[in-house]
């Protein structure tokens, strides 16, 4: 009895371990096929303020897992629009979509999750959420004036929502101030380092193909 206890004691921690790799293996292929499409953006988008050469200098962090999280999404019923200001004195147009409440290495936080004003009227701009969004980070390993997360409202189960830092990215202006980019709010300043995304943007320097 024993031995049947002990092997299948032994077949359950390899099964969990094959579970694990698997899940490791997944996490590691979609991050790259976004980067792969995030760095394609820029090559294809008419108004990208990055060639090719800038976009070689693009760094990121190391991706890890556990700033992939779960949150729980208290749903806004207010259909307020808030002008955000931006970098160069103009504003920009939201709503409050929910608040995500989730921890990162324990920690508890809270982020806004907005949408576009124009999802009021156009129903192309529905399925978009958008969370900018400082931490302890910013002006120092990444760009002062805040990261940005695109998501998805049809990503949205059970009152949930799968936020995922590692695919944190950058505004235009962070590479041209000329460009206009919506500020974070206060109530966007996360309470810790969010080492992942992407990192500040280096105009000079080497550039990499590995980053």
Do not use: H
Request: glycine content about 6%; overall charge positive.
């Amino acid at each position: 009895m024993r031995n049947l206890n002990r092997i299948s004691l032994i077949c359950l921690c390899a099964l969990f371990a094959l579970c694990s790799s698997i899940e490791a293996q997944s996490f590691r292929t979609e991050y790259r096929t976004w980067k792969k499409g995030y760095k394609r953006n820029f090559r294809i988008d008419e108004t990208s303020p990055l060639g090719r050469i800038g976009v070689l200098r693009l760094r990121f962090f190391k991706p890890r897992a556990n700033y992939r999280t779960t949150a729980d999404l208290l749903v806004s019923t207010s259909k307020e629009v808030i002008a955000f200001p931006t970098t160069t004195g103009k504003t920009m147009e939201y709503t409050a979509f929910a608040k995500a409440v989730f921890r990162i290495y324990e920690q508890p936080c809270t982020l806004t999750v907005y949408k576009s004003a124009k999802a009021l009227t156009n129903e192309n701009y529905q399925n978009f959420l958008f969370v900018p969004f400082r931490d302890y980070t910013s002006g120092d390993e990444s760009y002062g004036g805040g990261r940005y997360i695109d998501l998805l409202a049809s990503d949205v189960k059970d009152g949930k929502l799968i936020i995922d830092f590692n695919r944190a990215y950058n505004p235009y202006c962070a590479y041209n101030e000329l460009y206009s980019c919506p500020v974070p709010p206060a109530e966007n300043s996360l309470p810790l380092e969010i080492r992942a995304g992407e990192k500040k943007y280096r105009k000079r320097g080497r550039a990499s193909r590995n980053q």
